[in-house]
């Protein structure tokens, strides 16, 4: 804001006491029956109040710096002493300034006689003005002081309020970075248990979609959120690796609606659900089984679910049993709540038909540079 737009807005707020200086002379007249001339009632009004526009500055200038404190090699004492001294100058000078802009007006108008000397209306305003400009000066000075304190409890609370974001930033990238390692060890794994059986072929296209997925997983390291769209690719890449392991012991349902396909999600959101379908529910028996993926909107919810077939949950299952569920799902239930708090849901339990539903509802955030498509296909091994 602009030295001027300020006086401005001072002098806006100083021409209310005018107004109300003014009706209240026009009113003693009134009701004394006496006579004054407008102009001398309107410009001695302003006379005395105008003179606080460039006051005011100062004053509040004086305040901050009495908030401050010292500053370096200067102390307490001095600070107080020359900030005292400095609002004794400026009532001074407001008062000196009333006194001749009042008799300047007084001789314009034909108010005050020529003869009258500023000395002669000095020692009148003296005795009539200066204890109402002191108790106005403390006034002005009470209002910086609670400009003041409410601007620095504001950017304290702003403060705040920056650094809580960071904390919750800097934990959501240390959970995402801890995932990713997790991840990777497991589909290295993988790689050596087809090359342990002597499955060299398989072996050398699951290295490949594995580069595939080191590649997005290093593109995406910064990134807090993705479409679900992207999402379901990432997983779709890791399910081909998965595929070439278990062949036709992998069965894959993906149901996935428009409006849910342009959600905003947590990075690396369905991978560690996938992956606990898959060794819990589907490698653990030798038929294999069939893992449901599907998503959908509901109103300002998206709701997503990760389904199996297999043996379901054990009784007085806990997310917290890290001997039995590892750090993927214990990860991705932390995420959640880092990212949306009270209004983000994960719950596992048994799915309608047996085995395990894995159920997350979130905050529906639309992903304006994804296009809306729908995503229901079945992928066989």
């Known amino acids: 804001m602009s030295t001027i737009v300020r006086l401005l807005i001072l002098a806006a707020i100083w021409t209310v006491p005018v107004v109300l200086g003014t009706a209240g002379h026009f009113f003693g007249l009134m009701v004394d029956r006496g006579s004054m001339p407008a102009s001398h009632i309107v410009g001695h009004s302003i006379a005395m109040w105008f003179v606080w526009v460039p006051a005011t500055p100062i004053i509040f200038w004086l305040q901050r710096r009495w908030t401050r404190g010292p500053v370096a090699g200067e102390s307490a004492a001095a600070l107080r002493a020359s900030l005292v001294a400095g609002h004794v100058l400026t009532l001074g000078g407001v008062f000196l300034l009333q006194s001749w802009a009042t008799l300047a007006v007084g001789h314009a108008t034909g108010h005050i006689p020529l003869h009258v000397a500023w000395t002669a209306n000095l020692t009148n305003l003296i005795v009539n003005l200066l204890l109402y400009d002191v108790f106005i000066y403390l006034g002005v000075v009470a209002v910086a002081a609670g400009i003041d304190y409410a601007r620095r409890y504001r950017d ?102 428009q409006e849910a396909g342009r959600a905003l999600v947590p990075n690396l959101l369905l991978q560690p659900l996938v992956e606990n379908a898959l060794k819990h529910g589907i490698v653990v028996r030798p038929e294999g089984g069939a893992l449901r993926i599907a998503a959908r909107r509901m109103g300002t919810v998206l709701r997503v679910e990760v389904e199996d077939d297999g043996p379901g949950v054990a009784p007085g299952f806990s997310l917290d049993d890290g001997a039995t569920h590892g750090i993927g ?53």
């Open 156 to 257: 304290r609370d702003l403060r705040a309020s920056q650094l809580e974001t960071q904390l919750e930033r800097a934990r959501m990238y240390t959970l995402q970075a801890q995932l990713q390692p997790h991840f990777l060890f497991n589909a290295l794994n993988a790689v050596a248990m087809l090359v342990r059986r002597d499955r060299k072929q398989e072996a050398i296209d699951v290295v490949v979609g594995f580069g595939e997925l080191l590649r997005y997983v290093l593109n995406e390291s910064g990134t807090l959120d993705v479409s679900l769209a992207e999402e379901l690719g990432f997983v779709r890449r890791y399910l081909d690796i998965e595929r070439v392991r278990l062949g036709d012991r992998l069965r894959v349902t993906i149901d996935v609606d």
């Open 329 to 381: 799902l214990r990860n991705l239930r932390d995420r959640i709540d880092v990212f949306f708090g009270s209004a983000g849901r994960f719950s596992i339990g048994c799915g309608l038909q047996g085995g395990t539903l894995a159920c997350i509802e979130i905050p529906y955030r639309a992903d304006r540079k994804q296009p809306a498509t729908a995503d229901r296909v079945l992928v066989a091994g």
